[in-house]
């Protein structure tokens, strides 16, 4: 499987922007897709996930209320909507997937095999 997250760019904080990621070769519909991101000197961090094709999703406590984790089946893209951007969100985005993850790594970077290429979200203050 093949993704390509894209959507990033500059935001002034308080701003929105909406990150995609579109899979090939294989449907999201019932995958789970999770974001996550990478700030330079930092361990990659969970973002955002939606287990299994939109049964539930999950957020990392920084994005709870801000952003918001959606799946759009027929085009087989995940979207990140991002509200209320900060500085702190400062950072390069990416997605993954992986159709063996159980639910208790849906938080673990180390848990996707598959990942797109990264994203950049930069956000003035």
């Known amino acids: 499987v093949q993704l390509q997250a894209c959507g990033g760019g500059l935001a002034q904080a308080g701003g929105s922007l909406r990150l995609s990621c579109a899979a090939s070769?294989?449907?999201?519909?019932?995958?789970?897709v999770a974001w996550f991101r990478q700030a330079p000197g930092k361990e990659r961090e969970f973002v955002a996930a939606?287990?299994?094709?939109?049964?539930?999703?999950y957020y990392a406590d920084g994005a709870k209320g801000r952003f918001t984790i959606s799946g759009d089946k027929a085009k087989n893209t995940v979207y990140l909507q991002m509200n209320s951007l900060r500085p702190e969100d400062t950072a390069n985005y990416y997605c993954?997937?992986?159709?063996?993850?159980?639910?208790?790594?849906?938080?673990?970077?180390?848990?996707?095999?598959?990942w797109g290429q990264g994203t950049q979200i930069t956000v003035s203050s």
């Open positions: 070769g294989r449907t999201f519909s019932r995958q789970t």
């Open positions: 939606i287990w299994r094709g939109g049964t539930n999703t």
């Open positions: 993954a997937t992986d159709p063996s993850i159980i639910l208790s790594s849906v938080r673990e970077a180390r848990s996707y095999a598959y």
